[in-house]
C-alpha cells in the first residue's frame, strides 16, 4: 500500500508540500477510469482506508 504522501512524493515531488488529498483522490479516480473494467467497483486499485491506496497483483485482467 501507498500513503497519499508516497504518490504526491512520487508524482508532484516538486510540490510535495502543496498537494492535498482531493488531488490524489481525483488521480485515482482517472487511474480507475482508464485501468477498471467497472471504476466503481474496483478490483485493481483498491482503497486502503486511513491510509492511502494499494495494487492488487495479479488481477484478472492484466
Not at 516538486?14 to 478490483?43: C, F, G, M, T
Amino acid at each position: 500500500a501507498c500513503s497519499k504522501q508516497e504518490i504526491a512524493a512520487a508524482v508532484w515531488p516538486e510540490y510535495q508540500a502543496e498537494v492535498y488529498d482531493y488531488q490524489i483522490e481525483s488521480l485515482v479516480k482517472r487511474l480507475r477510469e482508464k485501468l477498471e473494467p467497472d471504476p466503481r467497483h474496483p478490483a485493481l486499485i483498491i482503497t486502503a482506508r486511513g491510509w492511502g491506496y494499494k495494487l492488487v497483483r495479479g488481477a484478472a485482467h492484466f
